[in-house]
Nanobody
Framework: QVQLTESGGGLVQAGGSLRLSCGVSMRTLSVYAMGWFRQAPGKEREFVARFNWFGGRTYYADSVKGRFTISGDNAKNTVYLQMNSLKPEDTAVYYC???????????????WGQGTQVSVSS
């Protein structure tokens, strides 16, 4: 059973920064990619960023490009999401997810964390 544990959420003012962490209970080299998603109240869960363990390639939603950075540390089995210049519209529960196959579909992310709340005040 793969477990993902997020941490680092909280309340921050607009323009501030937070760093989310996601610990993975399995060897990260067994997982092709990790992703961060978010879900705001009344909205569908949406893609935020993706990190490929093989090659280190990253992908971002247009809404966070230039402000968020995803990275991974194999030695610590941890993936991070550095969030800068936060906006009130970034307020959501943030989830990390593991994508063992590397597929591009949402369904390729088969292991999910419990989520961590990020709230940005104006």
């Amino acid at each position: 059973q793969v477990q993902l544990t997020e941490s680092g959420g909280g309340l921050v003012q607009a323009g501030g920064s937070l760093r989310l962490s996601c610990g993975v209970s399995m060897r990260t080299l067994s997982v092709y990619a990790m992703g961060w998603f978010r879900q705001a109240p009344g909205k569908e869960r949406e893609f935020v960023a993706r990190f490929n363990w093989f090659g280190g390639r990253t992908y971002y939603a247009d809404s966070v490009k230039g402000r968020f950075t995803i990275s991974g540390d194999n030695a610590k089995n941890t993936v991070y999401l550095q969030m800068n210049s936060l906006k009130p519209e970034d307020t959501a529960v943030y989830y990390c997810a593991a994508n063992p196959s590397g597929g591009t579909a949402y369904s390729s992310y088969i292991y999910w964390g419990q989520g961590t709340q990020v709230s940005v005040s104006s």
